[in-house]
């Protein structure tokens, strides 16, 4: 009888929800390799980065100094942050009026805050002549590395590229007369390349849209499919860099594995794929390494004694796509450079009469 009521009572007390319930564990990191956890193997023995992965973030590429001077935030910090540029990305997508001539007060508002949390943002989306939000995926969290909140990509201590050496030149800009013809343009607007450093290396979010890979493995070689352009960089696994001087788009990439870690080594950039105006000797040497069932760890560091005084770079972690690469059709229904190109022919008729005219007086 004692046994029955016991057990009666037990089987009230759940019922009722007052059950005492077991302690809640913690939710885990996914961002920290666990104890235990052992990296798999594809089936010719590599440690298995394959498959499809996306970089997008709302962290910068260089740290913001007028939010933060710090390398790291806190777990509030970045909530709070999150939460500002979510609401301002879905105050931006909401409908406009077809019959305003100016952005509203309030579109104005959230501008502000989506550009204070990313300048570079601007450029992208939301300002005159850039996507609407519709049309990108910039990311919604701040970047997490090991348990920890990043402010930047950059791993400088202070979040910036370093300075050059004296009498060292910036990034070249457009040749002088960027309308004579398509092969001013750039890469990225003919359809070469993707914009931004999506291909790398080094690999980075672009701020704006498809920042999507494929990594596919085969026991010679790593190839990392782009979203962008569709751009496919192929990593060999054998051999050394190529001495016949071609620089090829991307460079020139050989790797090897240290244990888990995929080492990629880059050099022989062609100069219209230069970083921050280095490009001939320019080295940059990638690190990918799988820290847990979903995130990709990767590390860069760029190079080039003739450039700067040391070596610097960054680190952010991969996180799954969801879904697959499709095809990126880069010209697809493209009217801008054949336009850019047409005006820059009617500006050389009309310059061709003012000065037919002159010499007629």
Known sequence: MRRILILALGTALCSAGLALAAPAKAPVDPTIAQPGWVTPKTAFGQPDLSGYWSNATMTPLTRNTKLTDKATLSPLEARAAEKVWGDALAAADSPTDANATAPSAQEKATQEKLFALRPDFAAAGGDVGGYNVFWIDPGTHVMEVNGQFRSSILTTPNGQPPARRAGVAGAGGFPRDIYDSYENRGVGERCIMGFGRNAGPPMLPNGYYNNDYYIIQ?????????????????????????????????????????????????T???????????????????????VSPSRLNYQFQIEDPDTWDKPWGGEYDFAPMHGIVYEYACHEGNYALPSILAGARRKEQEAAGVAAKSGGN
């Open 268 to 290: 022989n950039f062609p100069e219209q794929q230069g970083f921050m105006g280095s490009w001939k000797h320019l080295k940059v040497t990638e690190r990918f390494t799988r």
């Open 218 to 266: 085969t026991p010679d070689s790593v190839a990392i499919q782009v979203e962008m352009i569709q751009d496919t960089r192929i990593v060999r696994l054998k051999g050394g860099h190529r001495t016949d001087g071609l620089r090829t788009w991307m460079g020139d990439s050989i790797g090897h594995f240290e244990g888990d870690t995929l080492v990629v080594e880059t």
